[in-house]
């Protein structure tokens, strides 16, 4: 399935469209995505076919699946270039929330955290935020975590805490423990 799914750009772009919004129809992802109607159509047939998504009459849906989280998963940590990012202050980075369970929708914020032994200056948050949205695309929130706030969520907040060691990816460095 993967390798159909992602077999040439068109596709991709495609993929990368209709996993994002909650309904659309043939003629929404040709004028969006700049692709014909034809490829559009049978791309659409496939990925009904392999039950990814739904159809009412001309309007598809997605399912929510596993399947679908996963590959939404895989082209959400594809939007992130943490090569280019200037990051050596940090001592850990990763994504929570939807976008590390492949759950966000083309309106969902990015939230990251990033691991640090101090409390950063603004301009190297402000520039590492400017610079991850621009990448994904969406905005972002950063949650710093200091040693001193790692032991504050952890006892303050448990639930949030164990949420988060839970669900979050390590994008680059170490975990949040």
């Not at 077999?7 to 995505?33: A, D, G, M, P």
């Not at 791309?43 to 399912?63: C, D, E, M, S």
């Not at 590959?71 to 270039?81: G, R, S």
């Not at 905005?139 to 639930?159: F, G, H, R, W, Y």
Request: positive net charge; proline residues 2%; hydrophobic residues 40%.
């Amino acid at each position: 399935m993967l390798t159909e799914l992602f077999k040439t750009k068109e596709r991709v772009r495609i993929i990368s469209y209709i996993l994002y919004h909650k309904s659309f129809t043939v003629n929404q992802v040709s004028n969006e995505t700049g692709i014909t109607k034809g490829l559009v159509s049978r791309y659409l047939k496939y990925v009904y076919g392999v039950g990814l998504f739904t159809k009412i009459k001309n309007i598809y849906q997605p399912i929510d699946c596993a399947h679908t989280r996963a590959i939404k998963l895989l082209l959400n940590l594809n939007k992130i270039n943490i090569k280019s990012l200037d990051i050596s202050w940090i001592t850990g980075i990763g994504i929570f929330g939807s976008w590390a369970q492949g759950t966000n929708t083309h309106e969902s914020d990015l939230d990251i955290w990033v691991k640090v032994d101090a409390y950063p200056t603004e301009y190297q948050m402000a520039r590492l935020q400017r610079d991850i949205s621009a990448m994904a695309g969406v905005e972002v929130n950063m949650l710093v975590l200091t040693p001193e706030k790692i032991k504050s969520i952890k006892m303050a907040d448990q639930p949030f805490y164990n949420s988060l060691l839970r669900t979050s990816i390590v994008l680059k460095g170490g975990s949040i423990e």
